[in-house]
């Protein structure tokens, strides 16, 4: 059973910064791309960004572009998500997916929430 | 990137069909044929029902169906259940300022 899990949301200030993890399991997670999406609660879905298999290629929405930046580390089957100059519209459920050509296997999600 | 359209809301009576549109450029939906579709209730997370335009994973209503006409995708639902209302998102590859991935504005749909 493919499982993913999120971890590292919470409440940070504007500006601040934080690291989301996503732990993977019960597929080859070295030979996928996975991809970061997120929600603000109630709105619509926004594609954030994507590693290929090996690392080797990354790419970032505009809106994120220059302040985060995904990893990942196959050995331990985990992705990452640094986010750096967090600000107010950056709050959000952070889904850690698998893609092929669509997403088809979701996390929970966290929530990261940017407030004074 | 800009969000692919989609109308806000889209209703419906138990049994009928209903076709939600997906409006992108040549950039993606008219590119390629890798849109896809998600449905989500009310504080689940999004689950895949159409993918590569077409296609449906195993398990999904054959009631879903997709199909894509130069730069519009579109999802069918036919014999409409209360189980369908929800919020239903595309989704497109695209090449467009990034290489990446962008979804619709997003539907709710509405069983009357």
């Known amino acids: 059973e493919v499982q993913l899990v999120e971890s590292g949301g919470g409440l940070v200030q504007p500006g601040g910064c934080l690291r989301l993890s996503c732990v993977a399991s019960g597929f080859t997670f070295s030979s996928d791309w996975m991809h970061w999406v997120r929600q603000v609660p109630g709105k619509g879905l926004e594609w954030v960004s994507r590693?290929?298999?090996?690392?080797?290629?990354?790419n970032y929405a505009d809106s994120v572009k220059g302040r985060f930046t995904i990893s990942r580390d196959n050995a331990e089957n985990t992705l990452y998500l640094q986010m750096n100059s967090l600000r107010a519209d950056d709050t959000a459920v952070y889904y850690c997916?698998?893609?092929?050509?669509?997403?088809?296997?979701w996390g929970q999600g966290t929530l990261v929430t940017v407030s004074s | 990137q800009s969000a692919l359209t989609q109308p806000a809301s889209v209703s419906g009576s138990p049994g009928q069909s209903i076709t939600i549109s997906c409006t992108g450029t040549s950039s993606d939906v008219g590119g390629y044929n890798y849109v896809s579709w998600y449905q989500q209730h009310p504080g689940k997370v999004p689950k895949l029902i159409i993918y590569?335009?077409?296609n449906r994973p195993s398990g999904v209503s054959n009631r879903f169906s997709g199909s894509k006409s130069g730069n519009t995708a579109s999802l069918t639902i036919s014999g409409l259940q209360t189980e369908d209302e929800a919020d239903y998102y595309c989704s497109s590859y695209t090449t467009s300022r990034t290489l990446g991935y962008v979804f619709g504005t997003g539907t709710k749909v509405t069983v009357l």
């Open positions: 590693i290929k298999s090996d690392g080797s290629e990354t």
């Open positions: 997916t698998r893609v092929k050509t669509y997403f088809d296997y």
């Open positions: 590569d335009v077409s």
